[in-house]
């Protein structure tokens, strides 16, 4: 390849092991598997450089045609949600995603449509023979959902089989989040069958009736793998459910959809979604079928999405589309930058709309197929997440099924610890959230959102077994930011640390800026400065703060020279005194002197945060 290009035969060519003797040189000492070698949580090595993918041949899935820009439709409402779905049809969405009240994705929204006429007033002036519809339904609920749908495509006269409908049947995932089987799953899965064999001999040929949805597993905080195992064993029983309700294999296979979370991760969502369709296609095989594309649908992340800084949210939906639409998938559906804040209005359903667009049509992103083949590091992600996701598939055959592996806990356990993992790095902000644990803006403007109050949709009989979470990551940290709201609202004033800064500007600018968004994220407000000529003027500017909490910031030179004596003058003015730093051999003298807690890259900063509110008396 080199040959063809000018510029690059200009150069003598370069091999991995003079790279790696550079690079080597850099590091000046420090560990390369440590600096450059990072890890997933299903243990899986990025390595800084990977070799081209010799051989490689495109994933089969979507042509290169644009993805289905699916808009969520989740207004209580009939006439306002009907409001909405024409203003976003009319303005660039091509289908619509109908997310019932109860449904786990309606975050204490949804339609309330429980009449045909109720849903006809939603639909109202939308042409369902020319749009693809994707349904969210409560859990267990797809049954009397599917007979309303149905019966308004009578109503409406249309014909079933021009309609492009996901009817979204998921018994499993249903049993997932919500801990419970309402019917033992051989009459669970004989249910769902007969909906399907219902809805066929209707003439909904076109029409995909059960969905393999990994969200859940996303939700709960688990692994790529761990989604890609639970989408496909859902998958399978799918299909061994469809089978025993009279389908052939090859005709059962076309009646299931599957959905998968795409995030922030850019390169693992490409490979995930590059992997569900590798794992179908031998799933395929291996039932003696020729494979032929699945039909995948992407929905931005939940776990991602932040209350704080909401504008990020759209950096991050922007990530994940890319990701998606890059992977392959069939249709995606965006979450609107205030979802984690309460029912999104127009402006933000704008946003999510656009943002496809802008990503289809001017970055042309669905002009190639498969873009990532041959890419040696997508290639090896694709791979070994592949291989992962099969050997737990493998177990979850074992243990007798998708369903049974829920019963029995099989795949909560393991999902827990990942969970676990990834709550700990978030609390280390070694995984960051921009705009909440990083770089948090203490004076955000309000965003606006629906004037719709959430309500719960309670769960008919009690929870057998463990349920799937669903979490979002930024949590933790928004609770103290909501604390801090309260104490301002109540008393005029949030919570504040004081930032003791020694020595010149330079010796100390870099752990002031570390220790102001350190302590903004937990909505501590750090009343900054300029330094100090002495310590007289340190403890009177301290005083003067209002602060109860102080932390010193400056470099190692500077702390040896003066942090215990700036430590006991604080203290002595009725400072609880913390350090921007590491106390190394330090630590028993500036303990001796004050200190009361240390602050510095990969420490537990939830929990230090959580600790200072405590000092504060903060309630």
């Not at 049993?175 to 419970?180: K, N, Q």
């Not at 599957?258 to 799933?283: E, G, M, P, S």
């Not at 804040?341 to 496809?356: C, I, K, S």
């Not at 099989?410 to 790095?425: E, G, M, N, S």
Request: with cysteine; net charge neutral; hydrophobic share 50%.
């Amino acid at each position: 390849m080199t040959a063809d290009l000018k510029l690059a035969a200009e150069f003598p060519p370069v091999s991995e092991a003079v790279w790696r003797k550079l690079v080597e040189a850099a590091l000046k000492g420090a560990s390369f598997e440590k600096r450059l070698v990072a890890q997933t949580y299903d243990g899986l090595r990025i390595e800084p450089l990977y070799p081209r993918a010799t051989g490689a041949m495109p994933v089969a899935g979507r042509t290169a045609q644009p993805w289905q820009v699916l808009q969520r439709i989740d207004h209580p409402e009939p006439a306002a949600a009907n409001a909405e779905a024409l203003h976003d049809l009319e303005n660039g969405a091509t289908g619509l995603t109908l997310v019932f009240a109860g449904a786990p994705a309606a975050r204490g929204f949804g339609l309330v449509a429980d009449k045909t006429e109720e849903l006809e007033r939603a639909l109202s002036g939308v042409m369902l023979d020319l749009i693809p519809l994707r349904i969210e339904t409560a859990p267990f609920a797809g049954r009397p959902v599917a007979t309303l749908v149905t019966a308004l495509v009578d109503k409406a006269k249309l014909a079933p089989a021009a309609l492009a409908i996901d009817f979204g049947l998921d018994p499993i995932g249903d049993m997932a989040r919500t801990g419970r089987a309402l019917l033992p799953w051989a009459e669970l899965s004989q249910r769902a069958g007969g909906t399907a064999k219902d809805l066929a001999s209707k003439g909904y040929s076109a029409a995909r009736f059960l969905r393999a949805d990994g969200r859940g597993v996303h939700e709960a905080g688990g692994s790529e793998a761990q989604e890609l195992a639970f989408a496909i064993a859902s998958g399978v029983a799918y299909l061994r459910l469809l089978e025993a309700a009279g389908f052939a294999l090859d005709e059962a296979r076309q009646r299931i959809s599957f959905l998968l979370a795409a995030d922030a991760d850019q390169f693992l969502t490409i490979a995930k979604f590059r992997a569900l369709r590798k794992l179908w296609a031998r799933i395929e095989q291996a039932s003696g079928l020729t494979p032929e594309p699945a039909f995948v649908a992407a929905e931005t992340a939940w776990r991602m999405m932040t209350a704080r800084d909401p504008y990020v949210n759209i950096l991050r939906a922007t990530i994940a589309v890319t990701a998606a639409g890059v992977g392959g998938a069939d249709a995606i559906t965006v979450l609107p930058l205030t979802a984690a804040l309460g029912l999104p209005d127009r402006f933000a359903r704008r946003v999510a709309r656009n943002l496809q667009l802008i990503l289809l049509e001017e970055s042309n992103l669905y002009r190639v197929a498969d873009p990532a083949a041959g890419s040696g590091g997508l290639e090896t992600l694709t791979r070994e997440l592949a291989t992962a996701a099969w050997s737990l598939f493998q177990e979850i055959e074992a243990a007798g099924g998708a369903a049974a592996a829920i019963e029995h806990g099989l795949l909560q356990k393991k999902i827990a610890t990942i969970r676990v993992a990834r709550q700990a790095a978030i609390a280390k902000r070694k995984d960051a959230l921009t705009g909440t644990s990083d770089y948090p803006n203490l004076d955000e403007l309000p965003v606006k959102v629906f004037d719709v109050a959430r309500v719960s949709a309670p769960m008919p009989g009690a929870a057998t077994f463990e349920a799937l979470p669903s979490l979002r990551l930024a949590e933790p940290f928004e609770a103290m930011r909501d604390k801090s709201d309260a104490i301002l609202a109540k008393t005029g004033a949030r919570p504040k640390v004081f930032l003791a800064n020694l020595g010149k500007l330079s010796a100390f600018t870099a752990r002031t800026t570390f220790a102001k968004n350190f302590y903004e994220a937990g909505g501590i407000e750090a009343v900054g400065n300029d330094g100090f000529p002495d310590l007289a003027a340190l403890v009177a500017a301290f005083k003067a703060s209002g602060a109860k909490l102080a932390c010193l910031c400056s470099s190692d030179k500077v702390y040896e020279a003066q942090a215990a004596e700036a430590v006991k003058a604080l203290a002595a003015a009725g400072a609880v005194v913390h350090l921007a730093g590491r106390p190394g051999e330090h630590e028993g003298a500036w303990n001796a002197a004050g200190v009361n807690t240390y602050i510095y890259v990969g420490c537990d900063v939830l929990s230090l945060l959580e600790a200072a509110h405590d000092s504060l008396g903060a309630k």
